[in-house]
């Protein structure tokens, strides 16, 4: 009985010995990272650091290959824009991916003793990152209602398909919501953010350039009289002139 309890004990030592060896290791020597990879990475990156230790960052030499590789959009695009593979695998893969983003956008929210962003460039990485996701797995989503459909110009289908693009619309006007929060961010994290606004939402508007903005225009223009900044202030003009370009080409 002695015996078996030293084993034992010597099993647990070694497994917290390999827990501790493999604290904080990422797949860096793979090209891109499957579903599988995020999972185990956000875990690490989540829970993996005491609360005095700091994050992977893009301005540490040593360790931001980490957030790169995190925030890579050719992880999921390389699945995802495959046409030689199956529209069901595609989006049961976007799926997964998204889910992963859910829990990633967790990873820098992180702010200190004056309300600042201790990430910003970061979180703003892994927000873009989303937007990009998100415009792939929506028309996949889209793809797949029409695909499975007895008749894919129905209205129901058609109805599914607009509801599923105002969602997209909708969590697109979520990240208008952080220049809510522009004190939080430096000068460098608030040239970001216009950045993700003159990039994403310009691929949103033209990838569904008949949806209905109104919404996203009334925010953009709310944040317009809200913001401080020079750079924010002409993303959002200039996505107001975008948007009122469309509607001027429907009438």
Known sequence: MTIIKYILVGLVFLTLTNCKTEKNEYPLDKRYWDTEDYKDAILNLRFGYKDDEKKPT???PEQRIIVQKLTDEQNFKIVLKDNELGL???????????????NMHQVYQATDRKDKYIYDIE???????????????????NDQIKESADEPNSSRVKNNINSNIRTLISNYIIYLDEINEEKAFTEQGKSK???????????????????????????????LKKSQSDKI?????????????KKKTEE
């Open 123 to 141: 979180m703003l990485a892994v927000w873009q990152y989303g937007l990009s996701l998100q415009l792939d797995y929506f028309k996949l989503g």
């Open 193 to 223: 953010l216009a950045e993700g606004i003159d990039e994403y939402f310009v691929q949103l508007i033209q990838l569904y350039p008949d949806a209905n903005y109104s919404g996203m225009k009334k925010k953009a223009e709310l944040m």
């Open 233 to 245: 202030k002409s993303s959002l003009t200039k996505l107001i002139e975008l948007i009122d370009s």
């Open 88 to 102: 069901k695998h595609r989006n049961d893969v976007a799926t997964e991916f998204f889910k992963n983003w859910q």
């Open 58 to 60: 893009f301005d540490n």
